[in-house]
């Protein structure tokens, strides 16, 4: 039997090819022990008429090798072509992306000479569940989903994370301020969860101010703990402000599989001129061996590219006049780390990983609630375009809602009847609110659905509906 782990590899698209080469050769001089299987995957595959951008017997090589190296890759313009990204963290179930980002001052230009933090994504949910519609002209929408496992899972591996890793802090994000349900739940769960953890420090930030404090003083920062969105955005942010977005590799990581990969895309200008920086993806690749165990090998990579960074070989995206020495393309950049293998940087802290390093971090079994659901009314959303406010709440009111009374319209989140404004600005989708008329009486679906066919009747088109529930007694719907 081979000593060799087994390893999945794509290419990938644009500069994916030279800057995989690059990386493969520099793990493999360091003495890496894998098995590497490739498969094909983006654009050509998209090409193909696949819409996912993977072959279906890609999944099987996946499946056996559990761990995946992928350079980045083109998703086609159009239509149709679903993200090869999202579609593999979500069927791996990689729940967890981490991003860390470092300043390499005085060696690489950053405006923050001291920075050390590491952004953990929620990989799954989010807006990212990708579910969006079109269902009046003027007016689209898409939902944004936070559950109560998704958000144990990624603070708890936050936390756990923090502790294996010597960090001090874990800072959360959000914008609870405003989605109180979706983002309130994600700060309740910080909040209950970093109980558990006296060892660390904790803080919450509401994101819009906590990333100017992030673009001003990451030196602040320890471990980030975000939702999705919020993640995507601001770990590019803060590896561009290490240097350059070619400097940041990620690990996605579940309970079964993991992948591991450069923050940036394709750069398809730069492609096949020997120009990209290989550091995303290596410094990725480094996670890997991490994470197969292999600490001796990614301990030599990481302090071979470190001194290579000192010793001013600086590929285009982070050479400066007067700052950097030598300015190479991806094939010399890795030769000159390879000639590194084996030394450790001067200036730069040196790193040395130890097993504890990838102490596994499995997901917990998730808390069960045990809450009373009470249907109280629902929300009709209406296409509607024949007049005003007011207008639509006198039509409305005089069409029986039995065992409902319609309590307030709104448009684009705003209240505009009873007693809206005029000059509140309106679209064609109207969110009519309908509450049970009686306390604690009876009330069921079919009082939704008698009062959507009398809609109907009346000649009004409902797009959709979103039932109205309390939760012991507190209302699971926004006011
Ligand atoms: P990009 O990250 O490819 O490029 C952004 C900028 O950064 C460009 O100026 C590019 O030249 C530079 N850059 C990126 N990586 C670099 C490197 N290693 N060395 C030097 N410079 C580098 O983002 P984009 O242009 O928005 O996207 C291009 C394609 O990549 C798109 O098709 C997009 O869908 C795809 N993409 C893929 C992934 C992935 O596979 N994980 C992630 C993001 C974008």
Known sequence: MSQKTPI???YGDGIGPEIMDATLKIIEAAGAQIDINVIEVGEQVYLKGNAEGIDPTAWEILDKTKVFLKAPITTPQGGGYKSLNVATRKRLGLYANIRP???????IKTKHPVMNLVIIRENEEDLYAGIEYKQTRQTTQGMKLITIPGSEKIIRYAFEYARNNGRKKVTCFVKDNIMKITDGLFHKIFDKIGEEYEDIEKEVWIVDVGSAKLATVPEKFDVIVLENLYGDILSDVVAEMSGSIGLGGSANIGDHYAMFEAIHGSAPRRAGQNLANPTGLLLGAVLMLVHIQQHDVATKVHNAWLKTIEDGVHTYDIFRDGVSKTKVGTKEFADAIIKRIGQ?????????????DDKKIMSQAISVSKEIKELVGVDVFLDWDKGSAEDLGQMLTKIESPGLKLTSISNRGAKVWPEGFKETFCSDLWRCRYEKIKIGEMFKHQNITELLNKLYDSGFDFVKTENLYNFDGEKGYSA
């Open 344 to 356: 450790k940087p001067e200036v730069l802290q040196a790193v040395d990983y130890h097993p504890r």
């Open 8 to 10: 999945t590899v794509a």
């Open 101 to 107: 980002s470092v300043s390499y001052h005085p060696f």
